[in-house]
């Protein structure tokens, strides 16, 4: 806001997909489809995490592998772009915090989110971004809405 107060544009440096590692949270229509453009189109290594087991077979060729929600702690570090995709409801809600994602993640990753806002704890994640224990985040959605 500040640069276009000022009528300027700086851009950011921000790492590109080709050859990197992206993984998404919340692998049904929505991640695997983003799954497939990053993985076919960018030749990006992906990693989906879902609740639920994923059999179907299509799908299944959307990732380079797919993984549990309980092996999230353990794929964050490999995540150069680390996606959210997943829908608000009490289990969600609040889940990405610094404990269970900011900290484990790389601080050269990138955190996006395209399901709900509050999924994530805002503060967290601007604390994360302050304190530069990630590059950057992109944000579809907020807690608030509109922001």
Known sequence: MEQQARKEWKGHDIDVLYDKTMAILGFGSIGS??????????HTRVIGIDKFEVKDPYVRTCA????GM?????????????????????ETTNLLTNETCFSKMKPSAIFMN???GKVVNEEHLVQALIDKRIAGAV?????????
């Open 33 to 42: 489809y983003c799954g497939k453009v990053a993985r076919h189109g960018f």
């Open 64 to 67: 380079d592998k797919i993984v």
């Open 70 to 90: 309980d092996k999230l702690p353990e794929v964050l570090p490999e995540a150069d772009f680390f996606v959210s995709v997943l829908p608000q409801t009490e």
């Open 114 to 116: 395209i399901g709900r």
């Open 139 to 147: 944000l579809d959605v907020t807690s608030e809405e509109p922001l």
